[in-house]
């Protein structure tokens, strides 16, 4: 009698969720992202941020550091941004074997002019059912408040 044992071979991680930003100044933005959906059977030890500054051609060029997340956290700030000024981020997840591939770009963001505070607010408008593609998207700056609705 032969007893075969098949163990889970390890592999670098799926990519993680597409970041978003939650709020941003003129020289700094909080991101968030959701983990990989399959680790590589890995723990993700921590995950790597890259920022584009303008609007790039889609092909995934002009990306460079954006900083190293605090452990397997999935929050991160980017500093040292300029004021008023185009950016995109993507996050790629790492464990023991590497480094996945990146995750899908972020919404385009325009830092502010000035220091000030500005957040955004995710909302799924009601009545949409969650394949369609919607974001109503909220900005709050001070006590003004300015609406766009993104369609991707």
Not at 123 to 152: C, F, H, M, N
């Amino acid at each position: 009698m032969r007893l075969f044992f098949s163990w889970p071979s390890t592999d670098v991680p799926s990519p993680p969720g597409r970041p978003l930003v939650h709020s941003f100044t003129s020289r700094s933005v909080n991101l968030s992202w959701t983990p990989p959906a399959r680790d590589g059977h890995s723990a993700i030890t921590h995950y790597l941020v890259q920022r584009r500054e303008g609007e790039g051609n889609g092909d995934g060029d002009g990306f460079g550091d954006g900083g190293r997340s605090e452990g397997n956290g999935t929050t991160h700030q980017v500093n040292d941004l300029r004021p008023f000024t185009t950016y995109s981020f993507r996050v790629a997840a790492v464990n023991a074997v590497g480094r996945s591939d990146p995750s899908p770009d972020s919404y385009y963001t325009v830092t502010l002019r000035t220091g000030k505070f500005a957040s955004i607010v995710y909302l799924k408008p009601p009545g949409w059912p969650s394949t369609k593609e919607k974001l109503d998207v909220i900005v709050y700056l001070r006590a003004t408040v300015a609406r766009w609705v993104v369609y991707q």
